[in-house]
């Protein structure tokens, strides 16, 4: 069995949260927006499809759960979940926390302005939270 290898854009535009049963849960860098991928951790899959049966209901749930997780971190107003892969082939799933009057809204995060990139304390600051707030969602 290979061992499983992140695309090179997707470790470079974000930082490593934890990882779920099936994925990889990562914070992307844009100060911006509060904005996770679930990238699961299985080479040569593009699109969600591709997983058997059992890994599709698993992402299900853990993209549930970071929903659920984000949005009691950032109080957002609307949840964005998407697994677009037209840059980076990889099956990733994003969560995006959206909040009225942010850079973008209403309309979709991507093509919405110039990234920019949160200080890496801030960074750090913030995956430790979310992680706690998985690792916490993850014992009850």
Known sequence: MTAFELDPRLS???TPVCDLPLSSVRLM?????EWLLLVP???GLV???????TDQQRLMREIALAGRV??????CDKLNVA???NMVPQLHVHVIARRKGD????GPV?????PRIRPDADQDALAARIAAAFSASLSR
């Open 12 to 14: 470079g535009d974000s």
């Open 29 to 33: 860098r844009d100060v911006r927006f």
């Open 41 to 43: 951790r299985r080479n």
């Open 47 to 53: 699109e969600i499809i591709d997983l058997d049966e």
């Open 70 to 75: 984000i949005r009691a971190e950032t109080g």
């Open 83 to 85: 697994a677009l892969g």
């Open 103 to 106: 850079d973008a809204w209403p």
């Open 110 to 114: 991507w093509g919405a302005g110039q």
